[in-house]
Structures are given as C-alpha cells and as structure tokens.
C-alpha cells in the first residue's frame, strides 16, 4: 500500500483511542471542563452504563457563542497558549482534545451560555463529522450530552467490560472528585436512580461519609500538613486496611493521579503495623508548586511526574505518620517524646525507642511538628511490666503502672522474633550449625523451587545443599532460629516461594521473615515457666513496635486502672 495522510476523521479517531478508552474516561474529562470552568453545581447523568448516555451539566463560565465550534475542533483549547505554560498549567485541561475526540465517536450536543452572553448556542457533531450550531436559550453554564458512544467503533464496544463494571468505575471515578473538591456539589444519576449526592460544604469527610459509609468515614483520621507545602486528606487507623491497593487515592494539585511510587510511599508510612497482605484506605489531596510537576506525561493526563519525587514522598509519609500515631489507637500508650535537646544532638543518630508503657509529666501526647518520632528512653524505665501468671496457656497477665495488660504470647513472641531477625538481617545474618544435619525430601515441584532459590536461603542464614533426587541436607539455619525445628522453617519458605509465581521479584524481606516467626512463635496453648514469661516481656518492651504482631494484630490489651474502676462500678470513688 502506498503511504498517503489520513483523513481527519481517522485520524480524530486514533487520537481519541488515547483519550477516550471507556464511558468513565469521557465522564473524568467533561467533570474536569466544569471544573475548569469554576462551576460549583455539576450534574451527571448515565444511563446504560455510559453507552446510552453520559450527560454533564454545570454552571460554570460556559463557552461564548462564537466559541462553540472550536471548542469541538481539535487542539483548541481555551486554557494554555505557548509550550512554556505547560509547566504552569492551573486547569486541568490543556491539550484541546478531549471535546474533538468524544465528537469523534459519539453523538455529541454541547449546549451552553457564557456569563456576559444574553443568548446561548448549540453544536451537535455526530461521530466527527460537520458540526451545526444554532441560538439556543438556555441558563448561564454548560451541557455536554454524549449519546451512543463508540457506535460508530465497533471494536472498541467490544473491548468494554461488563455494564457493572463501566458503571463502578463512573461511580469511583465522581466519587473521588467529589472526595477531592468538596466546595462542589456533585450530583450522579444513573438509569433514573441517584447514585451519589455531596453537599458542597467543603467538608472533604462529609463527602466521603457519601462514598466510603458512615461506619469507615468516623473512623479515618485526618491528615493535614501545611509545610513545606499543603497536604490535606485522610487515612484508615491501622485496625481499618483493606486487602489491595485501590482505595488509596492522590489528588495533586485538583488531578487524580495514580502513581505506584507515591502509593508505597504512603503503605511505608505504617510501617510494620498492616498485615501482610492488606492496606490502608487513604485520600490524600495535595498541592505542589505548578512547575514541580510536569502534567503532559499521558493523554489521559492520570500520570505526572515529580520533579523532586523524593521531597515530595518524604513529605507524605511524615505527614501521614503524624496523623497515625497522632490517633495512637491504644490512648493509654503514651506517644513518645522528641528528643530533649543535648539528650542526643542532631548529627547523632536517634535511637529507637521501645513504647512505653505508662506516663509521666515528661511525656506528651501531643507530637511537635517536624520532629523525629522516635526517642531515646533510658533503659532502666523499660521495664515496666510485671508478670502474674498466665492463663489459658495462652496469656500472660502482667501489671503495669497504670494497670492491667494482657499480653498474648504467640503474637508477643512474633513480634520479637520478626524485630530481631530484621536486625540480623540488617547486619550479618548470625547463622547456627546443627549438630547433625537435617536432610529434607520433597515433592518434585517444590524440590525445584528450592534448588533455584538456594542462594537466596542462604541470605536469610540457611545453608542448604541438594543431597540426591529431591532431597536437600540443611546445615546451618538462622542463628534465632535455632530453638525451632529446621524443616518446619524451610517449609515454610518453600510455601511462600510457591504462592508467588515470581519469587525472586515477589520476595519481600519483611513478608518472609514475618511469616518465618509466624511459624516459629510459640504457640498458644503452651504452659511457660515465670522465667520465660518475664523474658518474653522484657523482650517485648525493648521492640521497636511492640503493640503489634508482623501481622498487625494486637499483642497485648490493655485495661487501664479507670477502666476497672469503671467496670466494677467504683469510678469516681478515688
Ligand atoms: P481542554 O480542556 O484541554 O482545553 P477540551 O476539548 O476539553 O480541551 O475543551 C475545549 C475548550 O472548550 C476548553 O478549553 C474550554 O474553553 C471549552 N469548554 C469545554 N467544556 C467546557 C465547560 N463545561 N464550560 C466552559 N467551557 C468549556
Ligand atoms: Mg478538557
């Protein structure tokens, strides 16, 4: 075939590929325009899932008549005018194309009356082709209708997924701007039926009452951070987490913005306390110099990039771990307190501190910004709990200054294992040899799987060799788990090797290790002499992280000395 230049309506479809991949896609860049356009009422109504119909109306600026038809033509855009303002931008479109691309596969009418305009205008484009305008009397705002999208696409109809699916990622999609400008009223209508409805109060937790519920939205904590620039959101406590990534949601600067990097930032913020597996729920909104980021990465304009990702990252999670730990779930811990200036100067690295239990004039609840969160207590305030007894086989019973704690041995010891593995794995990992090697057989399919991953093994301090068909000989295990049976450990490895498809890519240290001291914990149900109790405890309070297990349960409860009081009905009496 000779080469020769497409025509333009093959050519508007192309690019509307890019922009326009699912009815959620044309509601994101129609809500965007009446933002742009300062509305603060927006209505949207879908009705088959997007592909009847997708209709939003606001009442906004609204576009001059004698705007109207380049607004639907392609590269006209009302928002930027030279190249350099791209690293500027304010609005969230820029490229001129969303309006051109929509027209190009649907039947599109844009009918709208600009603020200093008595009359209003209509276009309709149908599938790219010539555009008719006429007056049309209408009230000061926008409606943009799209009706029969793709019809003129078939393949691209058939590339959709479910109408349940295109209709939650509308309502994900209304509901975190909603989330994220909560001085606009947002109004979702679908096939009749009002989906969602925000006040427009500019109370971001009132809008996400709407869309998270009432029972998760009184429980997220607020994030707020004015320095060194405004982050504003909220995040699940560390007992609300959910088992995937998606409902952590960035706005930066107005734009929903999914960055993988940013994500992580934000799940390292809580460190160990989410089990494995799950995350939190957070909506983060922040604002960064224009010219921080650079916006025209992606047609769909959901991709930026950061020009300091660092700062910016650093930022979140101190802002996030304030709010955290700000919100400490167990109120009776006290937080503790920055370092007293001279105690240890700036250039000295901070030592961890292990949390206290119980509280004295020196520590405050409250923690002041910019400071580091951790502290140096002296090691003789560490231990503060005394061991009772146990019961259950299960629970040791310990006072405390401030009283009663409950501490449950199998998660306690977890935490303690997983703290000083980390160490160890941190430095050298201490290995121990056995007195007499262990020799192991497996399945072939998990006999396979160790003899690739041996070298990684011996990282974590196992030395193992094969020793005949399916058999491997293990001489040496990690020094702090020697007091555990060895085949018992190495199984352990192999399961996690086996649920990820890609081990070496999948192998997250914290998960494995965690899951190793899961194993090696001592059980429930084991009588412990006082000695071993008191040992436990003492170890516990010297971890960094001592409420929770690796997998972010509770190691301990605590019933303060009101609360009993409180119970057998004495309070008041002291
Ligand atoms: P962009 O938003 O990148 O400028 P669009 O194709 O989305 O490109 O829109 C083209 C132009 O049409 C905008 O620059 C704006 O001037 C005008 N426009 C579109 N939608 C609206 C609206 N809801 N209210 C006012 N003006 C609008
Ligand atoms: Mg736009």
């Given at each position: 075939m000779a080469i020769k230049l497409l025509g333009d309506d093959v050519a508007s479809q192309i690019a509307a590929g890019e922009v326009v991949e699912r009815p959620a896609s044309v509601v994101k860049e129609l809500l965007e325009n009446a933002l742009d356009a300062n509305a603060t009422v927006i209505t949207i109504r879908v009705d088959g899932a997007g592909k009847k119909l997708i209709e939003v109306s606001d009442n906004g600026a609204g576009i001059p008549f004698d705007e109207l038809a380049l607004a639907v033509a392609?590269?006209?855009?009302?928002?930027?005018?030279?190249?350099?303002?791209l690293f500027s931008v304010r609005t969230l479109g820029f490229r001129g194309e969303a309006l051109a691309s929509i027209g190009s596969v649907s039947k599109m009418r844009v009918v709208s009356r600009s603020m200093d305009e008595t009359a209003g205008g209509k276009i309709e484009v149908e599938g790219g082709g010539p555009s008719r305008i006429e007056y049309s009397g209408v009230p000061q705002g926008t409606v943009i209708t799209v009706e029969d999208l793709f019809y003129n696409v078939p393949a691209r109809l058939k590339f959709l997924k479910t109408d349940a699916t295109e209709r939650s990622a509308i309502t994900t999609l209304v509901s975190k701007y909603a989330a994220a400008y909560p001085h606009i009223r947002f109004d979702l209508i679908m096939d009749g039926k009002r989906v969602l409805q925000t006040?427009?109060?500019?109370?971001m937790r009132e809008v996400l009452i709407q869309t998270l519920g009432l029972d998760i939205a009184k429980r997220m904590l607020e994030v707020q951070q004015d320095f060194p620039f405004p982050i504003h959101g909220y995040i699940s406590p560390i007992s609300l987490t959910k088992p995937s990534r998606r409902e952590i949601t960035f706005f930066v600067n107005g734009r929903w913005v999914q960055d993988p990097a940013l994500t992580s930032a934000l799940v390292q913020a809580y460190h160990t306390y989410l089990m494995v597996g799950r995350y939190p729920i957070a909506f983060i909104s922040m604002s960064i110099p224009a010219d921080e980021l650079d916006v025209n990465v992606h047609p769909a304009k959901s991709e930026v990039r950061f020009r300091k990702p660092d700062e910016i990252f650093t930022s979140v999670q101190r802002a996030v771990r304030r709010a955290l730990m700000a919100y400490s779930p167990v109120p009776m811990m006290a937080i503790p307190q920055w370092n007293?200036?001279?105690?240890?100067?700036?250039?000295q690295p901070v030592e961890s501190a292990p949390m206290l239990w119980g509280q004295d004039e020196?520590?405050?609840?409250e923690i002041a910004p910019g400071f580091p969160l951790q502290t140096a207590i002296p090691e003789?305030?560490?231990?503060?709990l005394r061991v009772v007894g146990q019961i259950g086989a299960a629970y040791i019973i310990a006072e405390g200054p401030d009283g009663l704690y409950l501490i449950d041995q199998h998660a306690a010891h977890e935490r303690i294992l997983f703290e000083k593995m980390q160490t160890s794995l941190a430095s050298k990992v201490n290995r121990q040899s056995l007195l007499v090697p262990v020799t192991l057989t497996f399945d072939a399919v998990k006999a396979a799987i160790i003899a690739e991953q041996l070298d990684v093994l011996d990282q974590y301090g196992f030395n193992i060799e094969p020793f005949g068909p399916n058999s491997f000989r293990v001489a040496e295990v990690p020094a702090i788990l020697s007091g555990v049976d060895p085949e018992e450990a190495v199984r352990v490895l192999v399961e996690d090797f086996e649920e990820n498809e890609t081990p070496l890519a999948n192998l997250r240290e914290a998960k494995l290790i965690a899951r190793i001291c899961k194993r090696a914990a001592i059980k429930a149900g084991k009588t412990l002499s006082m000695t071993e109790m008191e040992q436990l405890v003492r170890d516990l309070q010297t971890c960094e992280s001592p409420r929770s297990c690796p997998h972010g349960r509770p190691t301990m409860i605590h019933l303060s000395v009101e609360t009993l009081e409180r119970q057998f009905g004495r309070q008041g009496s002291r």
């Open positions: 392609r590269h006209a855009t009302s928002k930027l005018s030279t190249a350099e303002e006040p427009g109060k500019g109370d007293k200036p001279g105690s240890s100067g700036m250039s020196e520590v405050s609840t003789a305030r560490a231990s503060l």
